[in-house]
């Protein structure tokens, strides 16, 4: 509703909130773990931490960030993000399947 949508507006704005998530995500960029093997391509374990610090790091991403009024922390959150899809492959494969079945890539060009 509205009471949603002012929380959403309020936080492109918050300098500190930004700077949270980014941190939050960032946990895990200094210390990362080996690349998990791949058991099963089409199988995604979705309880694993680095899984979901990845979700949550690219939906803040495409979400809030990307419509944020401070641009230039994108390149920053950009490289983080890019950093933990690298050493997790069923990240990548949620992101591929996620984008094929949301809106998120008419979110970024709006």
């Given at each position: 509703g509205i009471n949603a949508e002012y929380g959403m507006e309020k936080n492109l704005f918050d300098q500190d909130y930004l700077q949270f998530v980014h941190d939050l995500v960032g946990i895990y960029?200094?210390?990362?773990?080996q690349i998990p093997p791949v058991d099963d391509v089409g199988k995604i374990d979705t309880s694993?931490?680095?899984l979901k610090v990845i979700q949550l790091g690219t939906r803040?991403?495409?979400q809030t960030l990307a419509h944020?009024?401070?641009k230039k922390r994108i390149p920053d959150f950009v490289t983080l993000l890019?950093?933990?899809y690298f050493i997790h492959v069923p990240a990548c494969q949620w992101f591929l399947t996620t984008v094929q079945r949301t809106s998120w890539i008419s979110e970024l060009l709006i």
């Amino acid at each position: 509703g509205i009471n949603a949508e002012y929380g959403m507006e309020k936080n492109l704005f918050d300098q500190d909130y930004l700077q949270f998530v980014h941190d939050l995500v960032g946990i895990y960029k200094s210390n990362l773990p080996q690349i998990p093997p791949v058991d099963d391509v089409g199988k995604i374990d979705t309880s694993v931490p680095l899984l979901k610090v990845i979700q949550l790091g690219t939906r803040f991403f495409i979400q809030t960030l990307a419509h944020s009024f401070d641009k230039k922390r994108i390149p920053d959150f950009v490289t983080l993000l890019k950093d933990l899809y690298f050493i997790h492959v069923p990240a990548c494969q949620w992101f591929l399947t996620t984008v094929q079945r949301t809106s998120w890539i008419s979110e970024l060009l709006i």
